[in-house]
T-cell receptor, first 112, second 114 residues
Framework: GAGVSQSPSNKVTEKGKDVELRCDPISGHTALYWYRQSLGQGLEFLIYFQGNSAPDKSGLPSDRFSAERTGGSVSTLTIQRTQQEDSAVYLC??????????FGSGTRLTVV | AQSVAQPEDQVNVAEGNPLTVKCTYSVSGNPYLFWYVQYPNRGLQFLLKYITGDNLVKGSYGFEAEFNKSQTSFHLKKPSALVSDSALYFCAVRAQTGANNLFFGTGTRLTVIP
């Protein structure tokens, strides 16, 4: 597609439930990133996929968070047993060799 | 370790006046530097980047930024601010070698007063 697509745009979930957030990167972009933006905070790096290499998971805040990227394209970020502190906007970005990222519009997650 | 500092949470400027949004960085080796803008309820939009070459980089919407290696700074500037420039601005850095993930500052909210 023309841009990075994220779904859903908004998600309200009950504490303790699992959620899945989806990211469709720009076709042909080899790298895909997940960031989290909390109210009043900057962007917190979560995980990074580059081609067929093992992902860089160094930013995941706990083992409740995981992500996968199927077929080098679509990525899913899963949060298990959600907590209120997980409430944030989750941003996905993809990039090619021109160094810059293209971001999606994000998924606003609210845990109640 | 890589990091970015945006020392001002908020910058207010009158319409038509020049604006500056400050950014300093820390990185091992040479940096790639970026500015992004976020409008309300929108994702981040790319403004400009420094990769190599001229230290003065020109980007979208009349913005520019100057890479200063000795001061490890990459301040964002515009000669004449517009009310529509009001948004949240993020500076980001990554090293030229190693992992591709960007490190972002905490953002600076720019308000242009009519």
């Amino acid at each position: 597609g023309a841009g990075v697509s994220q779904s859903p745009s908004n998600k309200v979930t009950e504490k303790g439930k699992d959620v899945e957030l989806r990211c469709d990167p720009i076709s042909g972009h080899t790298a895909l990133y997940w960031y989290r933006q909390s109210l009043g905070q900057g962007l917190e790096f979560l995980i990074y996929f580059q081609g067929n290499s093992a992902p860089d998971k160094s930013g995941l805040p706990s083992d409740r968070f995981s992500a996968e990227r199927t077929g080098g394209s679509v990525s899913t970020l899963t949060i298990q047993r959600t907590q209120q502190e997980d409430s944030a906007v989750y941003l996905c970005a993809s990039s090619s060799a021109n160094y810059g990222y293209t971001f999606g519009s994000g998924t606003r997650l609210t845990v109640v | 370790a890589q990091s970015v500092a945006q020392p001002e949470d908020q910058v207010n400027v009158a319409e038509g006046n020049p604006l500056t949004v400050k950014c300093t960085y820390s990185v091992s080796g040479n940096p790639y530097l970026f500015w992004y803008v976020q409008y309300p309820n929108r994702g981040l939009q790319f403004l400009l980047k420094y990769i190599t070459g001229d230290n003065l980089v020109k980007g979208s919407y009349g913005f520019e930024a100057e890479f200063n290696k000795s001061q490890t700074s990459f301040h964002l500037k515009k000669p004449s601010a517009l009310v529509s420039d009001s948004a949240l601005y993020f500076c980001a850095v990554r090293a030229q070698t190693g992992a591709n993930n960007l490190f972002f500052g905490t953002g600076t909210r720019l308000t242009v007063i009519p």
